[in-house]
């Protein structure tokens, strides 16, 4: 029973700063690829960063280029967002995405519950 806790959502004034973490538990025996989504209200999800397994290869949504940082720590099985300079259009429901090996299923993709990030102007 592999799970995705997410923290860090909330409330934040344009210009302002946020960090989303999202952690892993269970019986894993790997974690690779990462990757974070969100979805607006009304709107479909969409991929906004992901990072590979050696860290050190991430791929960004261009509208968040320059703004946002992704990040992970291998020995803490945990993933980071680091998000500055946020915009109204940023408002969304952020959800945390991995593709976890367990001793049963070499690779699954697994979801988080998803946390809220509200931007103000």
């Known amino acids: 029973q592999v799970q995705l806790v997410e923290s860090g959502g909330g409330l934040v004034q344009a210009g302002g700063s946020l960090r989303l973490s999202c952690s892993a538990s269970g019986s894993i025996s790997s974690i690779d690829a990462m990757g974070w989504y969100r979805q607006p209200p009304g709107k479909q999800r969409e991929l906004v960063a992901a990072?590979?397994?050696?860290?050190?290869?991430?791929d960004y949504l261009d509208s968040v280029k320059g703004r946002f940082t992704i990040s992970r720590d291998n020995a803490k099985n945990t993933m980071y967002l680091q998000m500055n300079s946020l915009k109204p259009e940023d408002t969304a429901v952020y959800y945390c995405?991995?593709?976890?090996?367990?001793?049963?299923?070499?690779?699954?993709?697994?979801w988080g519950k998803g946390t809220l990030v509200i931007v103000s102007s």
């Open positions: 990072i590979n397994s050696d860290g050190l290869t991430t």
């Open positions: 995405n991995a593709e976890i090996g367990t001793p049963d299923y070499h690779g699954m993709d697994y």
